[in-house]
């Protein structure tokens, strides 16, 4: 079955780098992409941006370009997110998901990741 | 960006009754040229990640009852479950694919 786990929670003080993972089975991990999706606490869905597992390329919103780095490691099935420069509105669940193309729908959810920045 | 306002955003309905949620687009996500409305529902409980309900505006997900339904038109859409179930209570989202950033709605909150 369809599984996307993510890493556990982290505790980050403000300024630090958070670097989660995303580790893909129970499909072919190169057939479809993956988005990063936040969710602050009591607060709505906030899209992040998207990475194509099979060439690696990547696009971010623009809230959060030149801080967020999204990855994948075809070996392993796993994709990253970094996001630098943490401040306390970072703090969310982090969600990977899938989505069969580019211009697509997200079929499938990661159970989240909470970060908590605080100094 | 596109920006994706629901209403209302919270709603009280009792158990079979119809509950209608809307959702607004700042710009149309119909695509004329396969006519297809770039708008997906998403159901989430507390806990939970999202659940993908709805697709293309109107097409139900696999294993999605029936009663819930999706409409609308190039910037105006619908999500409709037609007679409320106890495990429906949920926060429900739209969210659009038509052009990156791929925005959300800010939600609406179905209770009985």
């Known amino acids: 079955q369809v599984q996307l786990v993510q890493s556990g929670a982290e505790v980050k003080k403000p300024g630090a780098s958070v670097k989660l993972s995303c580790k893909a089975s129970g499909y072919t991990f190169t057939s479809y992409y993956i988005h990063w999706v936040r969710q602050a606490p009591g607060r709505g869905l906030e899209w992040m941006g998207i990475?194509?597992?099979?060439?690696?390329?990547?696009t971010y919103a623009q809230k959060f370009q030149g801080r967020v780095t999204m990855t994948r490691d075809t070996s392993t099935s796993t994709v990253y997110m970094e996001l630098s420069s943490l401040r306390s509105e970072d703090a969310a669940v982090y969600y990977c998901?899938?989505?069969?193309?580019?211009?697509?729908?997200?079929?499938?959810w990661g159970q989240g990741t909470l970060v908590t920045v605080s100094s | 960006d596109i920006v994706m306002t629901q209403s209302p955003d919270s709603l009280a309905v009792s158990l079979g009754e119809r509950a209608t949620i809307n959702c607004k687009s700042s710009?149309?996500?119909?695509?004329?040229?396969?006519?297809?409305?770039?708008l997906a529902w998403y159901q989430q409980k507390p806990g939970q990640p999202p659940k993908l309900l709805i697709y293309w505006a109107s097409t139900r997900e696999s294993g999605v009852p029936d009663r819930f339904s999706g409409s609308g038109s190039g910037t105006d859409f619908t999500l409709t479950i037609s007679s409320l179930q106890a495990e429906d209570v949920a926060l429900y989202y739209c969210?659009?694919?038509?052009?990156?950033?791929?925005?959300f709605g800010q939600g609406t909150k179905l209770e009985i």
């Open positions: 998901a899938r989505s069969y193309s580019y211009y697509s729908w997200i079929d499938f």
């Open positions: 710009q149309s996500v119909l695509y004329s040229f396969n006519n297809k409305k770039y």
């Open positions: 990475v194509n597992p099979s060439g690696g390329n990547t």
């Open positions: 969210q659009q694919y038509y052009s990156t950033p791929y925005t």
